[in-house]
């Protein structure tokens, strides 16, 4: 059975119009903990997590595009179905009396053979897409950054080509349910980008609304 899926990402972008450079916060005296780095990750394992339970992204802070792998918790390998072994309950009692016998052998061949869920472990979570912004930076990249906290699990980017310094803030909101990304520049008029979507499954395509949504369907 294949099952067709679909979501729309919003992306929140805001341009900061302040004629200076932003201003580090001074020290509240509360120790931030925090990773950080000052190049782009270049595989997946680099990238920085966030997520609220539900929505994980992967977050790759690259400079003229952006990759943010994101999934979403129902999707898996295989289709929905029922774990449970056939006949599993009329066995329980004599695992118990093996176990209490002190048969320890016996009572796992006994409970692997008609007791453990088919299959025995879950099938794999899947990534579901790539959301990708594509920047017109044209000159050299200076004072690069990306973090992420570890106090408040907010990702950041930033750098500075030329007299413009651009930041990209990550986070994964659980009353919201949503995955959000803020763009600022401290410049008017300095950003300028575009965005795509991509997925590895098979016969994905993507639409675009009138609101400005677009949205991603993959058949897996």
Known sequence: MKTHLKIAVVLLAGIWMSCSSPQKEENTGTD????????????????????????????????????????????????????????????????????????????????????????????????????YLHFNHTGEVQNYERELSLNNAECKTHYSVGDTTFTREYLASSPDQAIAIHLGANQSHALNFGLSMAALHEGYSTSYKDDGTVQLHVQV
């Open 32 to 131: 931030e903990l925090r990773l950080w780095y000052t190049q782009p990750a270049s595989i997946w394992e680099e990238a920085l997590p966030i997520g609220n339970g539900r929505l994980g992204a992967m977050v790759f802070g690259g400079v003229k595009t952006d990759r943010i792998q994101f999934n979403e918790e129902t999707l898996w390998t295989g289709k929905p179905h029922d774990y449970s072994h056939p006949g599993a309950a009329q066995y329980l009692d004599e695992i118990r009396q093996l176990l209490w016998a002190g048969k320890q052998d016996e009572a796992e061949a006994l409970a692997m053979q008609h007791f453990m869920s088919i299959p025995l472990r879950q099938l794999a979570y899947q990534p579901f897409g790539d959301v």
